[in-house]
């Protein structure tokens, strides 16, 4: 098994581990990790190449589909709340990001997609705080939404995983 390229310094969103999470923070924590997740797909692309590359944007076409609009609809969401929306805002930092995707240029499709379903469960961050439930019903709706969404994303990446073939076979 290989190492995955994740340090103890690079942070990645999250929400706190005791009490109920405030929405204007778990919304902010759930774009922060949709965001960094599309970044993180725009530099493979730019690193991989061949079957890797092909992987990739297969994998960011599906970002594209799923959370695009509901980035747009949680700004919404957030700045109904009074919150500031942060566009920059990623996590793990850009510099991260930059440092991760630059180590996976000679990866293997199958090297490729460990670290990729690594990074995702790291950044989508919904499954963590379910049964979570706001009493604010955009809050709701979009959390209800992101959850489903990063459901299909990662099922459809450790699908993609399985029918890789191991290194060498």
Do not use: N
């Not at 098994?1 to 924590?29: K, Y």
């Not at 730019?46 to 959370?67: K, M, N, P, T, Y």
């Not at 949680?74 to 700045?79: G, I, P, T």
């Not at 460990?114 to 709701?140: D, M, N, Y």
């Amino acid at each position: 098994m290989m190492s995955l390229p994740f340090s103890d310094e690079i942070q990645f969103p999250s929400v706190p581990e005791t009490g109920i999470p405030e929405d204007v923070g778990t919304l902010q924590a759930v774009l922060a990790g949709q965001g960094a997740l599309a970044r993180f797909y725009s530099l493979l692309k730019a690193a991989c190449a061949g079957d890797s590359g092909f992987l990739v944007q297969l994998l960011e076409r599906d970002w594209e589909r799923r959370f695009r609009e509901l980035a747009s609809e949680a700004r919404e969401v957030l700045q109904s709340l009074g919150a500031s929306v942060e566009e920059d805002k990623l996590l793990p930092a850009e510099e991260a990001l930059v440092a991760i995707a630059a180590e996976q240029a000679a990866a293997t499709p199958r090297e490729l997609s460990v670290v990729i379903q690594a990074f995702t469960k790291r950044v989508l961050i919904c499954h963590e705080i379910v049964p979570w439930k706001s009493e604010t019903r955009g809050v709701f709706e979009h959390f209800r939404s992101s959850l489903e969404a990063e459901d299909a994303h990662l099922s459809l990446i450790e699908l993609m995983a399985s029918l890789l073939p191991e290194a060498g076979g």
